[in-house]
């Protein structure tokens, strides 16, 4: 949510784990064949692009590359208290070749800036779906600040994503839409204002009021005193929310355009699904003696 930051990470980029046709990974991706091309100059062309997208957001460096090639891999992470990229160089190159763009192995990177640039790493709870949206949509902003198409910018995961979501990544439909999104974001940024931000891929773009703006949700708690409720991006790790008398609380789910709410009920917790675009009160219904939500009419 965007009051709500995931403090989860790791996108691991390649381990095999099945063997047929096309391996997938651990991760569920598609690992491309090998190329018989060579053109990625290993670890000193890879400092030179982070150092460029470093220099476009005029963001300090907080890691290091490593290259490790035979990993079929490309990821961040932490080790011995010091943030690293490490990455496959003979991968990048497969991944070009396969998505028949030099961009390919560039968003690859960009990807595994987003999770050190949103803290990631910091947990070491391992990927999830909203920190893998996150760093999708940072690829997709750095990618047009560097000058990629929107074509190019989604080549490698419309190449090596899955239909299908895991337990931790996206399906290739919701990666692409996150870094169309953040595409957009720096487009429209560089439309309004002429000037480069710092990686803001949830933003619109626009000065729009959250209060106002209807593709938002508006939450209301129909009770006199503050009341907790628990929201999820996932359905699956709820962070609380504190809704006061009279005062909606205003929000957006940043994974899909819904998201979801759990109450307290008589049996543990009841879950609500909740859409973008509407608001929704929470009432006292004395029949089942069990607060519930409704939804408000337009």
């Keep these: 949510m965007k009051y709500f930051r995931s403090l989860f990470f790791l996108c691991c980029f390649l381990i095999v784990i099945a063997a047929s046709a096309q391996q997938v990974n651990s991760c569920g991706f ?18 030179d692009i982070v150092k460029n997208m470093l220099d476009t957001i005029k963001w300090k460096e907080n890691f290091s590359l490593r290259e490790q090639n035979g990993i079929n891999n490309a990821y961040a992470t932490i080790l011995q208290n010091k943030r690293w990229i490490i990455y496959d160089n003979d991968f ?104 480069t931000g710092g990686g803001n891929t949830g933003n619109t773009g626009t000065n729009t009021d959250p209060s106002t703006d209807p593709s938002w949700i508006a939450l209301s708690f129909n009770s006199t005193k503050t009341e907790t409720v628990y929201l999820s991006d996932d359905g699956k790790n709820y962070q609380p929310a504190q809704i006061k008398p009279g005062e909606p609380f205003v929000f957006k789910f940043e994974v899909y355009n819904y998201g979801w709410l759990k109450l307290p009920y008589y049996n543990g917790a009841r879950v609500f699904k909740l859409t973008h675009g509407k608001d929704y009160t929470i009432i006292w219904n004395r029949r089942t003696k069990n607060w519930t939500v409704v939804e408000v009419p337009e």
């Design 30 to 47: 598609k690992i491309p064949p090998k190329s018989l091309i060579t053109k990625f100059q290993s670890v000193y062309e890879a400092r």
């Design 92 to 195: 990048l190159e497969n991944i070009d070749t396969y998505a028949a763009t030099k961009w390919a192995s560039i968003s690859v990177l960009a990807h595994e800036m987003g999770h050190h640039y949103y803290n990631h790493v910091v947990s070491g709870r391992g990927s999830t779906i909203p920190t893998e949206i996150e760093a999708d949509g940072f690829s997709g902003y750095m990618m047009n600040k560097l000058g990629a198409t929107l074509a190019q910018s989604i080549a490698a995961m419309k190449s090596i994503a899955t239909d299908k979501a895991s337990s931790t990544h996206p399906a290739k439909a919701d990666r692409i839409a996150s870094i169309t999104k953040g595409w957009n974001v720096a487009l429209n940024e560089t439309k309004n204002t002429g000037t």
